[in-house]
């Protein structure tokens, strides 16, 4: 069952248009009949005020008020004594036995009214009032309108009488009603007014919030999915205000676009790692197991091969088969947070053990100490640290010529301590600089061997110094080469 109602405004521009328009309708509306009905009151008793007049001197004697004495002339009869001025004007008399009434009325060619009987079936109409009200009262004449009339008793002529005076309101219904209908134009006017300069008046306002939308749709019609998104859509930065809310939306949402950019970015960077990583990782076990099938598969065809030989060749290989698992294991165990050991190591023992080793394999290059003269230590793995430190001496022995100077360098720094590696060799190709540190790079693009490692080992230094809360970075030039590792002093909680 569809419950919609499509009647309704469904935009928010039409819904907040509509409410603006509504609302001061209602105003409007509110404004005409409260300003009519107090008009209406004031002029009704102004009115009353002359009626109560009117039949004050028509209850008084006309003997004495007829006509003052300087008036020459007849008397005013009794019942022509309360009629006003005023065209309309109502005088109506009874003993009892019935009205006689006469009205004010302008004859066809005559300048001022003069009185003229009231009809038979208008007079059944003051069978109506209430003879014993003193105050204005309403009363309905049958082809003569609506009066409001007063009641007064005295005598004439020593009889009792009753005496009416009355008012038309015909004067006062036209006043109000063309002051409502002024009323409902100017308000109709103003609403219309309203419509048109709201509307524009709106949609500037709402103009932040649809660039919000538009943005977010433009976002969700992208392939988000596959592929490296890169910058998505923004909403232009005139929208953006922290003062108003539809600013910060803006603003909320472009600082979303962001974080959420940077981890799809980061994500597709992390599948084309574990891309590369499989790939290189099963080329470089690829190689050692293709020498250890080739020997064996020579000394099974070949009995007089000399089968030490080939053994010594598998042995080798295989070697390098586990140096290379045993550091994929290492980097997998330091990716996913296991934690290290916790000791004292002696970072001046360890750079003193490593470059005495670094000469043993490599005295064709100068090895330099340069140590405090206070030993610097700091808590965390020793083998590990030891062998990032073997890394970054073995990188620099293959990637130099003979003769390079390598310095090897521990501090104490104010935030904990460095260990640093440099030396005056060729540098690092720019091209190779910003991801030195990432798995399986190498000066070359061979995957031979012969001009070094499988390109794990500098990325395990950035990983053994991060499980450390450290940071390991390079800086490089030609003639000279410094690889910085720096760890916090102390006690630090190492792994994350």
Same mark, same amino acid.
């Given at each position: ?35 009519t009905l107090a008009m209406r009151t004031y002029l009704t008793d102004r009115l009353d005020s002359q009626v109560l007049d009117s039949v004050g001197r028509a209850s008084r004697d006309p003997d004495d008020v007829g006509q003052s004495d300087d008036q020459p002339g007849p008397r005013r009869p009794p ?105 409902? *134009?100017? !308000? @109709?006017?103003?609403?219309?007014? =309203?419509? &048109?300069?709201?509307?524009? %008046?709106?949609? #500037? /306002? ?17 392939? *988000?999915? !596959? @592929?490296?998104?890169?910058?998505? =859509?923004? &909403?232009?930065?005139?929208? %953006?205000?922290? #003062? /108003? ?28 790692? &574990? ?222």
């Amino acid at each position: 069952m569809n419950l919609a109602r499509p009647h309704l405004p469904v935009t928010l521009t039409a819904r907040l248009l509509a409410i603006l328009v509504t609302l001061l309708a209602v105003a409007g509306l509110l404004v005409a009949v409260s300003t009519t009905l107090a008009m209406r009151t004031y002029l009704t008793d102004r009115l009353d005020s002359q009626v109560l007049d009117s039949v004050g001197r028509a209850s008084r004697d006309p003997d004495d008020v007829g006509q003052s004495d300087d008036q020459p002339g007849p008397r005013r009869p009794p019942l022509e004594f309360g009629l006003g001025d005023q065209e309309g004007s109502l005088a109506a008399v009874t003993t009892g036995s019935g009205w006689t009434a006469v009205t004010l009325e302008v004859k066809p060619g005559a300048h001022r009214p003069s009185p003229e009987p009231l009809p038979t079936k208008a007079l059944r109409g003051l069978d109506s009032l209430d003879l014993e009200e003193s105050g204005v009262q309403q009363v309905e004449l049958d082809g003569a309108g609506t009066y409001r009339v007063a009641v007064r008793r005295g005598e004439v002529q020593g009889q009792p009488t009753i005496l009416v005076s009355g008012l038309p309101t015909h004067d006062l219904d036209r006043t109000v009603r063309r002051m409502l209908l002024a009323q409902l *134009l100017l !308000t @109709g006017a103003a609403v219309l007014a =309203a419509g &048109v300069v709201g509307q524009r %008046v709106v949609r #500037r /306002t709402l103009q932040p919030l649809k660039a919000v939308a538009t943005t977010a749709h433009e976002v969700a019609g992208m392939q *988000l999915d !596959t @592929g490296q998104v890169g910058e998505t =859509a923004r &909403v232009p930065e005139e929208y %953006v205000d922290a #003062r /108003t809310e539809v600013g910060q939306v803006a603003g909320a949402l472009n600082l979303l676009l962001g974080h959420m950019e940077g981890a799809l970015d980061a994500r597709h960077r992390s599948e084309q790692q &574990v891309r590369q990583f499989v790939a290189d990782a099963s080329h470089e076990l690829r190689t050692p197991l293709a020498t250890i099938m080739g020997y064996a598969e020579l000394a099974r065809r070949n009995p007089e091969y000399d089968g030490a030989e080939a053994l010594l060749k598998v042995e080798a290989e295989g070697v390098r088969m586990r140096g290379l698992v045993e550091d994929l294991l290492l980097l997998a165990r330091l990716d996913s947070g296991r934690p290290l050991a916790r000791e004292e190591v002696d970072l001046t023992l360890l750079a003193l053990e490593g470059v005495q080793d670094a000469q043993v394999l490599a005295p064709d290059h100068e090895w330099v100490l340069d140590l405090p003269d206070e030993p610097v230590s700091t808590i965390g793995d020793g083998p590990r640290l030891h062998q990032g430190l073997t890394n970054l001496l073995t990188n620099a022995r293959r990637h130099t010529p003979p003769g390079t100077r390598v310095t090897v360098s521990v501090s104490r720094e104010p935030t904990g301590v460095r260990l640093r590696v440099a030396d005056n060799g060729p540098g690092i190709p720019e091209e190779l600089r910003s991801r030195v540190f990432e798995r399986f790079t190498r000066a070359d693009a061979s995957r031979t061997r012969d001009s070094g490692g499988a390109g794990l080992g500098l990325a395990l230094v950035q990983a053994i110094a991060a499980a450390h809360g450290g940071l390991a970075y390079v800086e490089s030039r030609p003639g000279s080469t410094v690889f910085t590792v720096d760890l916090p002093g102390g006690a630090v909680s190492l792994g994350t």
